[in-house]
């Protein structure tokens, strides 16, 4: 495996861009930053991650986590020594609130620096990740005294947080669970019942860890309505702050996994555990969606930090392997397989992909970023409109984009992409899950057709198809008539299969054509970005940045945004087009 160069003129230039940091830093919420300290942070994050993290990831592939029979789960070795050296530099604080001890950057930022993160080691990262999913959604519904109590030891990394939603019966169904919560006369919960799949559930980087858990309460009426969320440590805590004695929940078993083997996933068995209420009784989804919007776009960054690492390795590999000879390369000589178009389709078909989801997801950032800190409602109200409607856009794509980029960065390496000595498949075997878990591709597909597209009756992808044509009118003033002619034809299929599934009554028709629909739109909104960048390459003094950037947004707007006319007729079809397989189980 190739060493990881955190690609920090590309994360620059896209902070500059896509998440406006500028415009960002100018809000009061962040009056005390200015761009220089900011800078500052993402050179010293991209150093941190590149020294002291990536080095992690391939043993931490090879040896795994692995459990003992007490139960305890122990990490790969250099884990321990990493992960403190991550909270000592204050990396998991970065985008908290000042007043819990957090360094009050933008998330826009803290994502940039969650990319650096998650391409140096996904495994590793994804404990940082759901930590600071349990730090916001203790600070939206936690109470004083529970934010006193969690935030301060989870913000700066010392105790590590979980999401316990899954159980067998419970996937995508969250409604399914049966996790009981039983009140106590002291005002705590009694929590039993079995989680799976539960992510660093068990480990040994810190002495405690802070578990929330949907469950039901005894008046739980069925379904997510019923659900309520708790704080349930792995240690009891006592008056002093201080880890006591263990709580009720065990480790029963860690999966074996195609990829991330570093990150323990843990089924954890709660029996009679103690637990508090966070927020009221039965308003467990709202606080879980907290956390797991959240989560939703740091899994879109996980595509896109292994896409980026698949393609430094597969641009290395290309560099040096010599076979055949290029078109225009002298008789009786080997090229480089860089020098041969198809090598270079695959390599331009990764990179530009990269900076599309990448733009993608630091515009979701920002519009959190104006949603949580603009001082104008209604700017706030829009900002978190355009970041609900983008998030699943991100999440699937994203997601679905790291799989592909890291299966072509094997190809590029030809034979020796499947064997495991390079670490090109590691890339894929880890980017894998990313589709499936915080709410599968599929699901995140329904979400945007089903709950996004409805948002303020339609108003709001309208808004965001406006945008997307602004970037064909401001192609056309540029004098690239080409590319604002693939970019309208990409739009107006996309507005035209928005309005189709607007109009259908019949819900099978349009769940029907939700994953095609994803991929179109995703396409669409990234071929917008491409445009943005282009032009705002112009502006650069880097020539050969600029260059790069005008190649990949070219070449994503000429090839890849075509790939639209051809799935709206999937979105379209209807539910007819998919009754070709029987539902009926073969009888025994
Ligand atoms: C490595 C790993 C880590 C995980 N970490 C965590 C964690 O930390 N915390 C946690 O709570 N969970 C975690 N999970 C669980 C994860 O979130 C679930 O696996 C995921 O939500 C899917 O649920 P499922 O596996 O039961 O699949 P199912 O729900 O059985 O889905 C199977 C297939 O059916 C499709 N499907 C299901 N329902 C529908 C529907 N209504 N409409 C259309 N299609 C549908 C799905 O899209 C999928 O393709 C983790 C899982 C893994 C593998």
Redesign the pocket.
Known sequence: MTDYVPPLRDIRFALANAADLPGLLALPAFAHLDAGAVDDALAEAARFMAEVIAPTNRVGDQVGSQRQPDGTVVTPPGFIDAYRRYVEAGWGAAPFDPEHGGGGLPWAVAVAIQEMLTAANMAFSLCPM?THGAVHMLETHGSEEQRATWLPKLVTGEWTG?????EPQA???VGALTTRAVPQPDGTYRITGQ?????W?EHDLTENTVHLVLARTPSAAPGTRGISSFVVPTRLVGRDGAPGERNGVVCASI?H?LG?HA?P?CTLVFDDAVGELVGGEHEGMRAMFTMMNNARLSVALEGLAIADRAYQQALAFARERQQGRAPDAAPGTASPIIEHPDVRRMLLTMRSHVAAVRAICYATARCTDQARHHPDPDTRARAQERADLLTPVAKAWGTDVGIEVASIGIQVHGGMGYVEETGAAQHLRDAR?AA????????QA?DLVTRKLPMRDGAAIADLLADVYRGVVELERAAHPQLAHALRRAHDEVAAATQWLRKQTDAADV?AGATPYLRALAITVGGACAARSLLAADALDDAEHATQIRADSSFFLTQVVPQVLGLVPAVTAGAAALEGVDPTPVPA
């Open positions: 759901l979980t999401m316990c939603l899954t996937g995508s169904d989680k799976i799949f539960i992510t559930g999966e996994k991330i990150s996933t899950i499936i878990y915080e709410g599968t591709n599929g699901i329904i769940l």
